[in-house]
Nanobody, 127 residues
Framework: QVQLVESGGGVVQAGGSLRLSCAASGRTFSSYAMGWFRQAPGKEREFVAAIDWSSWSFRNTDYADSVKGRFTISRDNANTMYLQMNSLKPEDTAVYYC??????????????????WGQGTQVTVSS
């Protein structure tokens, strides 16, 4: 059974940092891109960032404009992914979902249906 499990959410003051983790199990995700979406109360789920596992030395990534320069996505193996979030703003408050799909990272911002999803972790940024 495939599972994606997020961790690392919490409450932080504006300007602070958090690091989210996503651990995948049940299969090897070496052919899959992994990434993050988020959903704030009363809003639609939106793309945050995605990363592939294309080669041993280079990863293709993509970021939403709203997080570019503040968030960094990374993978240290085929089944573990991170999202380093710096300079957090109150508008970053949302449930953050880990996801995996065969689509390339550059195509994730146009996708609403992805193959695998985690249950989400809450991030709250106080002003």
């Amino acid at each position: 059974q495939v599972q994606l499990v997020e961790s690392g959410g919490g409450v932080v003051q504006a300007g602070g940092s958090l690091r989210l983790s996503c651990a995948a199990s049940g299969r090897t995700f070496s052919s899959y891109a992994m990434g993050w979406f988020r959903q704030a109360p009363g809003k639609e789920r939106e793309f945050v960032a995605a990363i592939d596992w294309s080669s041993w030395s280079f990863r293709n990534t993509d970021y939403a404009d709203s997080v570019k320069g503040r968030f960094t996505i990374s993978r240290d193996n085929a089944n573990t992914m991170y999202l380093q979030m710096n300079s957090l703003k109150p508008e970053d408050t949302a449930v953050y979902y880990c996801a995996a799909d065969l689509a390339a990272p550059k195509d994730w911002r146009r996708r609403v249906v992805l193959e695998y999803w985690g249950q989400g972790t809450q991030v709250t940024v106080s002003s």
